[in-house]
């Protein structure tokens, strides 16, 4: 797992080279899964199953062992494909969060001087247009979010319906990879 993170697609590159080998081993179904260390992998891969790599949904946990999830790895390869889209859409999301917070700030500092200062209603003109140009950034931002989180579609598996996430459905025998302390606590709790 070494420099999964170090350069760009990084992440991306080191699931490619762990579905190969569940691939050449046949690790593809829940009855041909197989623990990490007859998949040739490092102590680190079921470490890293608990953390980012796990949640990717790629790789199933099957009573201690592993096997491949091609359907998901298909949809994870095509959401990466469409992250290129992805970053640029964060980077307007952060200049248009600039724009809003410059012109907030000019509202507030314009509202302020016309108070405090100068009672001018040109000044009071500027103010309102300004205010009014910052309602217009937030209601497009609201709108751009909302394309975003449209073009991300909803994790795998979940319907937003009635705005509850249906619960997991696991293949026969999966476990679920606890990840957060205090489960991780419970189910040390729970084998003693």
Do not use: C, H
Not at 31 to 56: C, D, I, K, V, Y
Not at 69 to 80: C, K, L, P, T, V
């Amino acid at each position: 797992m070494e420099g999964m993170y170090g350069q760009p697609g990084g992440f991306r590159q080191r699931i490619e080279e762990i579905a190969a080998k569940f691939r050449e081993k046949g690790a593809t179904s829940a009855a041909n899964a197989m623990t990490a260390q007859e998949l040739g992998l490092p102590p680190r891969f079921e470490q890293a199953m608990g953390r980012r790599l796990g949640r990717t949904g790629v790789f199933v946990a099957v009573g201690g062992k592993y096997y491949l999830d091609e359907a998901r790895f298909q949809e994870f390869q095509q959401r990466w494909a469409s992250g290129g889209q992805m970053w640029a859409r964060r980077k307007n999301m952060v200049a248009l969060r600039m724009a809003r917070m410059v012109v907030g700030l000019s509202v507030v500092g314009l509202a302020l001087l016309n108070i405090l200062f100068i009672q001018n209603w040109n000044l009071r003109y500027v103010t309102v247009t300004l205010l009014v140009v910052w309602i217009a950034l937030t209601v497009y931002q609201m709108y751009y979010v909302s394309g975003m989180r449209r073009m991300m579609g909803p994790p795998p598996g979940a319907s937003f319906s009635g705005g509850r996430l249906p619960p997991l459905r696991r293949p026969p025998g999966a476990q679920a990879v606890l990840s957060t302390p205090s489960r991780l606590a419970a189910r040390g709790q729970a084998r003693r």
